[in-house]
């Protein structure tokens, strides 16, 4: 009796023991499953985020004359290339006939740093001139900062532009900038650009960090 007994208690033991361990183990495929789910969220949030910051919402779009604080590559004391905040301001945007006599003006004084000329009619120039005020407590080099930053051409809904002309490429060429500056001081940019004559409206970014930048819209 003692032993059919000490059998029952094994077999309980036994099945105790089996349960515990399924439990566990639908517990561990519970947990899994759940740790699977919130990378494949955490992965999709980081996708949407990266989506989102290449993206420029219409809220943002700034117009000729205004102001901004970005961030620009500037040169420290210990000659390292560090992100500043520095204000810019879209102060003109050139295009078309008048355009074009400024380049041509600036072609003629300058015959070793030529601006291309336009390759066809389809074309035209575009200059754009901003302005660059360097923080009151920035440390530069004795050298002191360049007024310009990068630019980018992009369509309205932030991408960038592009034509079927498979002989024409967008380009830009600072032809105009302030050297030297310092803590404080204002230097102007005059940027030139070629692009089709039918694009009527466009964004153009002035960047040097793509996470820190500002997006005009030029109509």
């Not at 879209?90 to 355009?99: F, K, Q, S």
Request: net charge negative.
């Amino acid at each position: 009796m003692k032993h059919k007994i000490g059998l029952v208690c094994l077999s309980i033991m036994v099945v105790a023991l089996a349960v515990g361990c399924s439990s566990n183990k639908n517990s561990s495929i519970r947990a899994n499953a759940s740790t699977n789910e919130s990378s494949r969220e955490s992965r999709s949030e980081e996708k949407s985020r990266r989506k989102d910051e290449n993206e420029v919402s219409s809220d943002e779009f700034l117009s000729v004359g205004e102001s901004v604080i970005v961030s620009k590559n500037i040169t420290d004391t210990n000659n390292k290339i560090t992100q500043e905040k520095v204000t810019i301001t879209l102060d003109n945007i050139i295009r078309g006939t008048l355009a074009k006599n400024e380049v041509d003006e600036y072609n003629s004084t300058n015959p070793t740093s030529k601006i291309p000329q336009l390759i066809n009619d389809s074309l035209e120039y575009v200059i754009i001139e901003y302005t660059t005020t360097l923080a009151d407590d920035l440390k530069v080099t004795k050298q002191g900062q360049a007024s310009h930053v990068g630019i980018q051409v992009c369509n309205l809904d932030g991408s960038i532009l592009h034509t079927s002309d498979t002989n024409y490429i967008i380009r830009s060429m600072n032809f105009e900038k302030n050297e030297g500056l310092q803590a404080s001081d204002s230097g102007v940019t005059r940027t030139v650009i070629t692009i089709p004559k039918n694009i009527s409206e466009f964004i153009v970014r002035i960047v040097d960090n793509p996470s820190d930048m500002c997006s005009y819209i030029i109509k």
